[in-house]
């Protein structure tokens, strides 16, 4: 009898049996423990639920996933590499890429990428007054 209580730890499971990651459990890819690290150390809250970090780790597996806007960031930010003559796609051409698409700008509106230039905005002000008459004119003809 005391073999069998050797064996056994608990509500029927036995010693033997391996310990389970929680992104395993959780059948996702990304690392639970490492993100619930982040969440804590981050000090975002006093107390961090068992599911958030599992939850959080869904949301950043999907959104890496989704092969759809991954492909659509790549095909025009490859656009705008070829306008500009570059074999080589460049943060830059990231941020070009998104910003002048409105629904990859709404998505990413707050989104900064490292080593990539702002897009360039000359304010109306700041132009020769040729190109402002040249502006007005063109309104001024159609009505």
């Not at 050797?6 to 993100?35: N, Y």
């Not at 796609?89 to 629904?103: F, G, K, S, T, Y």
């Not at 989104?111 to 007054?129: C, H, K, M, R, T």
Request: glycine share 6%.
């Amino acid at each position: 009898m005391s073999s069998s209580s050797s064996t056994k730890a608990g509500k029927g499971k036995s010693r033997a049996s391996t310990a389970i990651s929680r992104f395993r459990r959780a059948g996702v890819q990304f690392p639970v423990s490492h993100i619930s690290h982040l969440i804590k150390d981050g000090n975002y809250a006093g107390r961090v639920s068992s599911s958030a970090p599992v939850y959080l780790s869904a949301v950043l597996e999907y959104l890496s996933a989704e092969r759809k806007l991954r492909s659509q960031v790549l095909e025009l930010a490859g656009n705008v590499a070829k306008d500009n003559r570059k074999a080589r796609i460049l943060p830059r051409h990231i941020v070009h890429a998104m910003r002048n698409d409105i629904e990859l700008y709404t998505l990413l509106e707050n989104v900064i990428i490292a080593n990539a230039s702002l897009l360039p905005n000359i304010d109306e002000d700041f132009l020769p007054e040729e190109e402002k008459e040249e502006g007005k004119g063109s309104a001024s003809e159609e009505l």
